[in-house]
């Protein structure tokens, strides 16, 4: 064999290209985190004229992406399958692509297709590029299936960190605040268009000989392989699905009160006017929950290939379970030390669930199994940002502030969440042990 013919083939047996290509449409994906940058200039434009609408109108656009991001991995998962990542992944950055651009010629006139072109269409492109992106790279890289996860899903978290300002000056320069959101949403859907066109030529699933060698080198690929119907007839799946549930409604409700928290305490502390950079301390209070939120993906998923997966998500939860009951305790800069590992922990959730759906049902369709089990944090975060808003409403003062105290149940709630999480994982640890037990009679 020659050096050249050596060469190529070393690099068709190779993930990177893969992971690269995944870490690259991830990011872009992360538009996901950044409504809130769009939420003012939508509730005051193209919902000022249904009565009793507004934020809550806007917000709705908002729910409708995630919900539909779950529904969009279910199907791109199968479409995968049945044609290849590559194309679904294309496919999916186009509708993505589609979404944002016709929610850019949406007026107050009808203020509901922004539901359907943001929400429906742009969630469902998202659903198609996101768990066939983590599923194609898990494929890759069995033995390191946390840490493949983890870098994927940080990925996500850290598209929000990049876009946020990057959409804030955009919208700045097309007019500012109400006005410059269509601009904002046409540059997005160029941005998809590309990012996910060149990124979808690198994605490919090993075959012929690496995956021989993948399968040579971890004996789990070659376990049962759940079809998605056999996956919903195991008590596994409802137990893995509601955990996660119960997991994101926590970490939802303590996420959407930290600009919050972080005002109050600045404001009590009397550190108003101190910046960091041009950036006030409330600020930096947000930047340091998402970035933590980020870093926990990577973190905790290479932590669970040494730890164990169960271990993992046990810690996680206990860690949710205890963190939001500290939240009344904590005064001054201490909340962003507070607030940060909330994120760490929470974060930590989305490396560990794909990788134990993997680890329990297989790789084959992994794709759309985990679109499955993402109905989870579709339903869980949904309730989770209803129950915050009612308590944050309740709480908010004549002053526009908070009162933190008034918000114990809701730390509460979150606690709970966790703690109920736990419950179910015990009871799935068990329920694997006794399935492992009759495999090996």
């Not at 060469?7 to 893969?18: A, D, F, I, Y």
């Not at 915050?388 to 309740?394: K, V």
Request: net charge positive.
């Amino acid at each position: 064999m020659s050096v050249k013919e050596n060469s190529k083939m070393k690099k068709q047996n190779s993930g990177l290209p893969t992971v690269i290509a995944a870490v690259a449409i991830q990011i872009t994906l992360g538009v996901a985190y950044i409504w809130s940058v769009f939420q003012r200039g939508i509730a005051q434009t193209i919902f000022s004229g249904d009565e009793g609408m507004g934020d809550a109108g806007a917000s709705l656009a908002f729910s409708l992406l995630l919900l539909m991001m779950t529904v969009g991995s279910i199907i791109g998962g199968k479409l995968a399958a049945r044609y290849s990542t590559r194309k679904v992944v294309f496919v999916g950055g186009m509708v993505l692509a589609l979404g944002f651009f016709l929610s850019s010629f949406v007026t107050s006139q009808v203020p509901w297709m922004l539901w359907v072109t943001y929400g429906i269409i742009g969630g469902l492109g998202m659903g198609f590029t996101y768990s066939t992106t983590i599923a194609c790279a898990q494929k890759w890289y069995p033995h390191k299936r946390g840490l493949i996860t983890g870098i994927i899903v940080a990925s996500l978290g850290f598209g929000g960190v990049v876009l946020t300002p990057l959409v804030e000056k955009l919208i700045d320069v097309f007019g500012g605040t109400g006005v410059g959101e269509p601009a904002a949403f046409r540059v997005l859907s160029v941005i998809f268009i590309v990012v996910c066109t060149i990124g979808s030529l690198f994605l490919r699933s090993p075959h012929g000989e690496a995956k021989a060698n993948l399968a040579a080198a971890n004996p789990t690929l070659t376990k049962k392989q759940y079809s998605p119907l056999e996956m919903l007839k195991t008590p596994q799946y409802y137990l893995i699905v509601f955990s996660f549930l119960l997991a994101c409604m926590g970490g939802v409700m303590m996420i959407n009160f930290a600009k919050d928290i972080a005002n109050v305490r600045v404001r009590d502390a009397g550190l108003d006017e101190v910046t960091l950079a041009g950036m006030g301390l409330a600020a930096i209070g947000v930047m340091a929950v998402t970035m933590s939120n980020s870093g926990g993906r990577l973190l905790w998923g290479f932590i669970s290939d040494k730890l164990g997966r169960n271990k993992v998500i046990f810690i996680l939860l206990s860690g949710n379970v205890v963190l939001p009951l500290l939240v009344n305790s904590v005064d001054g800069l201490w909340v962003f030390i507070l607030i940060a590992c909330i994120g760490l922990f929470y974060g930590g959730i989305f490396s560990n669930f794909p990788a134990l759906t993997a680890d329990l049902f297989g790789v084959k369709h992994v794709a759309m199994n985990y679109g499955f089990v993402l109905l989870g944090f579709g339903v869980g975060s949904n309730i989770a940002s209803q129950i915050a808003g009612n308590f944050a409403r309740a709480a908010r003062g004549e002053d526009n502030f908070i009162v933190v105290s008034e918000l114990f149940p809701a730390f509460i709630i979150a606690s709970c969440c966790s703690a109920a999480a736990i419950v179910l994982m015990v009871i799935l640890r068990a329920l694997v042990k006794k399935e492992a037990g009759k495999n090996q009679k």
